[in-house]
């Protein structure tokens, strides 16, 4: 949990914050090398919003402040059906390739690191999901939004 400064007192902020990567990336300049720091980060409320955000900056914490804006700003409603979802999803991008199907209660989140840190982060309770094709990590979390966004609620 991270504080925010609204005027002269610090606010909790309502979103949570997890990092699922960080990255040390350099750059070849005539006067050496530039290293830097590239993070994801996944924010979400835990009632069903969730954001993505890669951030690069030479040092982690501005790093890790640039992507959660981003991530802020991106934010997607993740339709739930009580504490799942409402139906199963399949969903490729790129080469990641991640299903995602509803729980019935109790299950629990059944899933590898980057849908975990998604799905955890949108307030899902129970989901069993299954990460096919790559394990790039930044890849297999925007695949898990995408799949998330398919998602499409029945009771209206």
């Given at each position: 949990?991270?504080?925010e400064?609204?005027?002269s007192?610090?606010?909790?902020?309502?979103?949570?914050e997890?990092i699922?990567?960080?990255?040390?990336?350099s750059?070849?300049?005539?006067?050496?090398?530039?290293?830097?720091f590239?993070?994801?980060?996944?924010?979400?409320?835990?009632?069903?919003?969730?954001?993505?955000?890669?951030?690069?900056a030479?040092?982690?914490?501005?790093?890790?402040?640039?992507?959660?804006?981003?991530a802020?700003?991106h934010?997607?409603?993740?339709?739930?059906?009580?504490?799942?979802?409402?139906?199963?999803?399949?969903?490729?991008?790129?080469?990641a390739?991640?299903?995602?199907?509803?729980?019935?209660p109790?299950?629990?989140?059944?899933?590898?690191?980057a849908?975990?840190?998604?799905?955890?982060?949108?307030?899902?309770?129970?989901?069993?999901?299954?990460?096919?094709g790559?394990?790039n990590?930044?890849?297999?979390?925007?695949?898990?939004?995408?799949?998330?966004?398919?998602?499409?609620?029945f009771?209206?």
């Amino acid at each position: 949990m991270r504080y925010e400064r609204h005027g002269s007192h610090a606010v909790q902020s309502e979103y949570e914050e997890k990092i699922v990567q960080v990255n040390r990336v350099s750059k070849k300049t005539k006067g050496g090398n530039k290293i830097g720091f590239s993070v994801l980060v996944v924010v979400g409320d835990k009632k069903g919003k969730v954001g993505v955000g890669l951030g690069g900056a030479p040092d982690v914490s501005s790093a890790v402040r640039k992507a959660v804006s981003y991530a802020k700003k991106h934010l997607i409603i993740v339709p739930m059906k009580g504490k799942t979802i409402p139906h199963e999803v399949r969903k490729k991008r790129g080469a990641a390739i991640v299903l995602i199907k509803p729980a019935p209660p109790g299950t629990g989140v059944i899933a590898g690191g980057a849908v975990r840190a998604v799905v955890e982060a949108a307030g899902i309770r129970d989901i069993v999901s299954k990460i096919l094709g790559s394990k790039n990590q930044a890849s297999n979390v925007y695949a898990t939004m995408e799949a998330l966004k398919e998602l499409k609620s029945f009771h209206h």
